[in-house]
Protein backbone atom coordinates (compact mmCIF):
# COMPACT_ATOMS: atom_id res chain seq x y z
CA UNK A 1 0.00 0.00 0.00
CA UNK A 2 1.15 3.48 -1.06
CA UNK A 3 2.27 6.22 1.56
CA UNK A 4 -1.08 8.13 -0.08
CA UNK A 5 -3.46 5.45 -0.07
CA UNK A 6 -2.44 4.67 3.84
CA UNK A 7 -3.05 8.17 4.65
CA UNK A 8 -6.99 8.26 2.50
CA UNK A 9 -7.69 4.85 4.39
CA UNK A 10 -7.00 6.36 7.99
CA UNK A 11 -8.95 9.63 7.22
CA UNK A 12 -12.17 8.77 9.01
CA UNK A 13 -9.96 8.39 12.48
CA UNK A 14 -7.95 10.99 11.37
CA UNK A 15 -11.16 13.80 11.23
CA UNK A 16 -11.58 11.92 14.57
CA UNK A 17 -8.93 12.85 15.94
CA UNK A 18 -8.59 16.34 14.72
CA UNK A 19 -11.86 17.09 15.80
CA UNK A 20 -11.00 16.20 19.58
CA UNK A 21 -7.02 18.06 19.23
CA UNK A 22 -7.30 20.73 16.88
CA UNK A 23 -4.28 19.50 15.08
CA UNK A 24 -2.59 16.28 13.05
CA UNK A 25 0.84 15.37 12.46
CA UNK A 26 1.38 12.75 9.85
CA UNK A 27 4.73 11.32 9.14
CA UNK A 28 7.01 10.62 5.86
CA UNK A 29 4.29 12.45 3.93
CA UNK A 30 6.67 13.65 1.20
CA UNK A 31 9.91 11.17 -0.32
CA UNK A 32 13.01 13.04 0.28
CA UNK A 33 13.19 13.77 -3.89
CA UNK A 34 10.25 16.21 -3.53
CA UNK A 35 11.74 17.92 0.16
CA UNK A 36 15.10 18.18 -2.07
CA UNK A 37 13.39 20.03 -4.64
CA UNK A 38 11.15 22.34 -2.54
CA UNK A 39 14.47 23.02 0.02
CA UNK A 40 15.92 23.95 -3.76
CA UNK A 41 12.80 26.22 -4.35
CA UNK A 42 13.62 28.04 -1.11
CA UNK A 43 17.26 28.90 -1.53
CA UNK A 44 16.19 30.43 -5.22
CA UNK A 45 13.42 32.36 -3.36
CA UNK A 46 15.26 33.85 -0.56
CA UNK A 47 18.45 34.60 -2.79
CA UNK A 48 16.20 38.06 -4.03
CA UNK A 49 15.61 38.33 -0.73
CA UNK A 50 17.22 41.03 1.35
CA UNK A 51 19.44 39.01 4.50
CA UNK A 52 17.56 38.45 7.66
CA UNK A 53 17.14 36.33 10.38
CA UNK A 54 13.48 35.16 9.43
CA UNK A 55 11.77 35.36 6.08
CA UNK A 56 7.72 35.50 6.11
CA UNK A 57 6.89 34.89 2.28
CA UNK A 58 3.39 34.98 1.44
CA UNK A 59 1.62 33.96 -1.73
CA UNK A 60 4.29 31.61 -2.36
CA UNK A 61 2.35 29.84 -4.71
CA UNK A 62 2.69 32.65 -6.78
CA UNK A 63 7.09 32.90 -6.43
CA UNK A 64 7.96 29.37 -7.53
CA UNK A 65 6.08 26.15 -9.33
CA UNK A 66 7.71 23.93 -6.58
CA UNK A 67 5.24 25.71 -3.94
CA UNK A 68 2.48 25.53 -6.31
CA UNK A 69 2.60 22.03 -6.71
CA UNK A 70 1.64 21.66 -3.26
CA UNK A 71 -1.84 23.21 -3.40
CA UNK A 72 -3.36 20.14 -4.50
CA UNK A 73 -1.15 17.48 -3.24
CA UNK A 74 -2.78 13.99 -3.31
CA UNK A 75 -1.45 12.40 -0.31
CA UNK A 76 -3.18 15.86 1.85
CA UNK A 77 -5.88 16.88 -0.22
CA UNK A 78 -8.68 14.47 0.87
CA UNK A 79 -8.16 14.59 4.42
CA UNK A 80 -8.19 18.95 4.11
CA UNK A 81 -11.83 18.00 2.30
CA UNK A 82 -13.30 15.59 4.72
CA UNK A 83 -12.45 17.57 7.14
CA UNK A 84 -13.16 21.09 5.90
CA UNK A 85 -15.74 19.97 2.73
CA UNK A 86 -15.52 20.30 -0.75
CA UNK A 87 -16.64 24.22 -1.21
CA UNK A 88 -12.92 25.09 -0.62
CA UNK A 89 -10.10 27.68 -1.89
CA UNK A 90 -6.20 28.25 -1.16
CA UNK A 91 -6.75 30.58 1.78
CA UNK A 92 -2.58 31.14 2.30
CA UNK A 93 0.55 29.87 1.12
CA UNK A 94 2.86 31.06 3.36
CA UNK A 95 6.65 30.45 3.84
CA UNK A 96 8.79 30.91 7.08
CA UNK A 97 12.64 30.34 7.37
CA UNK A 98 14.05 31.38 10.92
CA UNK A 99 17.78 30.96 11.17
CA UNK A 100 19.37 30.29 14.35
CA UNK A 101 18.51 33.27 16.51
CA UNK A 102 19.94 32.03 20.29
CA UNK A 103 19.22 35.63 21.67
CA UNK A 104 15.91 35.98 20.76
CA UNK A 105 16.37 39.20 18.47
CA UNK A 106 13.39 40.57 17.20
CA UNK A 107 13.41 41.33 13.67
CA UNK A 108 11.01 43.00 11.12
CA UNK A 109 10.33 40.05 9.52
CA UNK A 110 8.92 38.42 12.93
CA UNK A 111 11.47 35.93 13.96
CA UNK A 112 9.04 34.52 16.66
CA UNK A 113 5.36 34.90 17.14
CA UNK A 114 3.59 34.99 20.40
CA UNK A 115 0.59 33.23 21.64
CA UNK A 116 -2.92 33.44 18.88
CA UNK A 117 -5.39 32.49 17.05
CA UNK A 118 -5.35 33.52 13.76
CA UNK A 119 -7.79 35.40 12.05
CA UNK A 120 -8.55 38.90 11.05
CA UNK A 121 -9.24 41.64 13.36
CA UNK A 122 -11.41 42.14 14.91
CA UNK A 123 -11.49 38.26 15.73
CA UNK A 124 -14.10 35.90 13.86
CA UNK A 125 -17.24 35.68 15.68
CA UNK A 126 -17.32 33.48 18.36
CA UNK A 127 -20.63 31.43 20.08
CA UNK A 128 -20.17 31.34 24.24
CA UNK A 129 -16.70 31.96 24.14
CA UNK A 130 -15.55 29.41 21.47
CA UNK A 131 -14.39 30.54 17.79
CA UNK A 132 -15.33 27.82 15.17
CA UNK A 133 -13.05 26.45 12.85
CA UNK A 134 -13.04 28.55 9.35
CA UNK A 135 -9.74 27.67 7.99
CA UNK A 136 -7.04 24.94 8.18
CA UNK A 137 -3.79 25.24 7.63
CA UNK A 138 -1.14 22.25 6.35
CA UNK A 139 2.50 23.00 7.48
CA UNK A 140 4.91 21.02 5.31
CA UNK A 141 7.99 20.91 7.76
CA UNK A 142 11.15 20.90 5.66
CA UNK A 143 13.97 21.02 7.59
CA UNK A 144 15.02 19.20 10.92
CA UNK A 145 12.81 19.94 13.24
CA UNK A 146 12.44 16.64 15.20
CA UNK A 147 14.31 18.11 18.78
CA UNK A 148 12.07 21.30 20.74
CA UNK A 149 13.50 24.78 20.61
CA UNK A 150 14.32 25.19 16.51
CA UNK A 151 11.97 27.50 16.40
CA UNK A 152 8.87 24.80 16.68
CA UNK A 153 5.03 25.84 16.66
CA UNK A 154 3.91 25.39 20.09
CA UNK A 155 -0.14 24.38 20.93
CA UNK A 156 -2.70 23.76 23.17
CA UNK A 157 -4.09 20.62 22.27
CA UNK A 158 -7.79 21.23 22.18
CA UNK A 159 -7.77 24.51 23.00
CA UNK A 160 -9.97 25.02 19.72
CA UNK A 161 -13.35 23.44 21.41
CA UNK A 162 -13.58 25.41 24.19
CA UNK A 163 -13.11 29.22 25.58
CA UNK A 164 -9.21 28.99 26.06
CA UNK A 165 -7.76 32.19 26.94
CA UNK A 166 -3.95 31.54 28.10
CA UNK A 167 -2.71 33.14 31.42
CA UNK A 168 0.11 34.89 29.51
CA UNK A 169 0.42 35.56 25.55
CA UNK A 170 4.10 35.26 25.90
CA UNK A 171 5.88 32.14 24.06
CA UNK A 172 9.17 32.74 26.10
CA UNK A 173 6.87 31.23 28.92
CA UNK A 174 5.47 27.33 29.35
CA UNK A 175 1.95 27.31 29.38
CA UNK A 176 0.29 24.43 31.06
CA UNK A 177 -0.47 22.16 28.44
CA UNK A 178 1.72 23.13 25.62
CA UNK A 179 3.59 21.19 23.33
CA UNK A 180 6.11 21.86 20.46
CA UNK A 181 5.19 20.14 17.09
CA UNK A 182 8.47 18.50 16.52
CA UNK A 183 8.93 16.49 12.94
CA UNK A 184 11.13 15.58 10.54
CA UNK A 185 11.69 16.74 7.00
CA UNK A 186 8.80 15.64 5.09
CA UNK A 187 6.26 15.18 7.67
CA UNK A 188 2.75 17.22 7.67
CA UNK A 189 1.43 19.18 10.86
CA UNK A 190 -2.30 20.35 10.01
CA UNK A 191 -3.93 22.46 12.42
CA UNK A 192 -7.40 24.73 13.02
CA UNK A 193 -7.07 28.47 12.89
CA UNK A 194 -8.67 28.63 16.24
CA UNK A 195 -6.42 26.17 18.34
CA UNK A 196 -4.06 28.10 20.50
CA UNK A 197 -0.61 28.32 18.78
CA UNK A 198 2.76 30.36 18.75
CA UNK A 199 5.82 30.64 16.71
CA UNK A 200 8.71 29.76 19.03
CA UNK A 201 12.51 31.22 18.77
CA UNK A 202 14.91 29.26 17.06
CA UNK A 203 17.31 28.65 19.82
CA UNK A 204 19.66 25.83 18.00
CA UNK A 205 22.05 25.72 15.31
CA UNK A 206 19.48 24.26 13.36
CA UNK A 207 17.50 26.60 10.27
CA UNK A 208 13.39 26.41 10.43
CA UNK A 209 11.70 25.85 6.85
CA UNK A 210 8.21 25.34 6.83
CA UNK A 211 5.73 26.00 3.83
CA UNK A 212 2.13 26.61 5.66
CA UNK A 213 -0.64 25.89 2.83
CA UNK A 214 -3.87 27.07 4.23
CA UNK A 215 -7.99 26.34 2.57
CA UNK A 216 -10.85 27.71 3.72
CA UNK A 217 -14.30 27.83 2.41
CA UNK A 218 -14.32 29.62 -1.04
CA UNK A 219 -16.73 32.44 -0.11
CA UNK A 220 -14.09 33.31 2.35
CA UNK A 221 -11.98 36.28 0.71
CA UNK A 222 -8.46 34.64 0.58
CA UNK A 223 -5.59 36.06 2.73
CA UNK A 224 -2.68 36.94 0.47
CA UNK A 225 -4.14 36.92 -2.80
CA UNK A 226 -7.39 38.70 -4.18
CA UNK A 227 -7.16 35.93 -7.83
CA UNK A 228 -5.74 33.70 -9.38
CA UNK A 229 -3.05 34.92 -12.55
CA UNK A 230 -3.46 33.96 -16.42
CA UNK A 231 -0.29 32.10 -15.63
CA UNK A 232 -1.37 30.04 -12.29
CA UNK A 233 -4.67 28.93 -14.18
CA UNK A 234 -3.32 28.33 -17.44
CA UNK A 235 -3.16 24.53 -18.04
CA UNK A 236 -5.07 23.77 -14.59
CA UNK A 237 -6.70 21.03 -13.92
CA UNK A 238 -10.31 21.30 -12.47
CA UNK A 239 -9.30 20.45 -9.10
CA UNK A 240 -6.64 23.33 -9.08
CA UNK A 241 -8.95 25.57 -10.79
CA UNK A 242 -11.22 25.20 -7.75
CA UNK A 243 -8.72 25.68 -5.31
CA UNK A 244 -7.32 28.60 -6.91
CA UNK A 245 -10.95 30.46 -6.61
CA UNK A 246 -12.39 29.83 -10.41
CA UNK A 247 -15.54 28.53 -10.36
CA UNK A 248 -18.08 30.74 -12.31
CA UNK A 249 -18.50 34.30 -12.94
CA UNK A 250 -21.39 34.41 -10.77
CA UNK A 251 -20.17 34.89 -7.82
CA UNK A 252 -23.35 33.53 -6.02
CA UNK A 253 -22.58 30.51 -6.71
CA UNK A 254 -19.59 30.62 -4.62
CA UNK A 255 -22.38 29.92 -2.04
CA UNK A 256 -24.32 27.46 -3.66
CA UNK A 257 -22.16 26.04 -5.92
CA UNK A 258 -23.35 23.51 -9.14
CA UNK A 259 -22.18 20.51 -9.01
CA UNK A 260 -19.61 20.50 -12.17
CA UNK A 261 -18.20 24.06 -10.26
CA UNK A 262 -16.47 21.66 -7.40
CA UNK A 263 -14.87 18.46 -8.41
CA UNK A 264 -13.33 17.83 -5.03
CA UNK A 265 -16.69 16.56 -4.05
CA UNK A 266 -15.44 13.25 -4.97
CA UNK A 267 -12.90 13.08 -2.16
CA UNK A 268 -15.92 13.68 0.35
CA UNK A 269 -16.10 10.17 1.87
CA UNK A 270 -19.68 9.05 2.11
Partial sequence: MTQTAALQDAIPSYVKQFQSDGYLLLPSVLPESKVALLNQAIDEVIAGEAPSLAYNVYNSVARHAEFASLIDEPSILPLIVNLLGYNIQLHISHLTVRHPNPADQKTTSQSFIDWHQDGPHPQFPSIGGVTPTYYI????????????????TKIIPGSHNKPYNPNSRNVRETLDGELQICGKPGDVFLFAQNLWHAGSPNRSSFTRRQLF???SPIWMRPIDYHSATAEQLQDASPIRRQLLGQISDNKFKYYVPEEDMVPLKSLLLP
Fill in 213 to 215: MGY
Fill in 137 to 152: KACYILSDMSEPDRGN
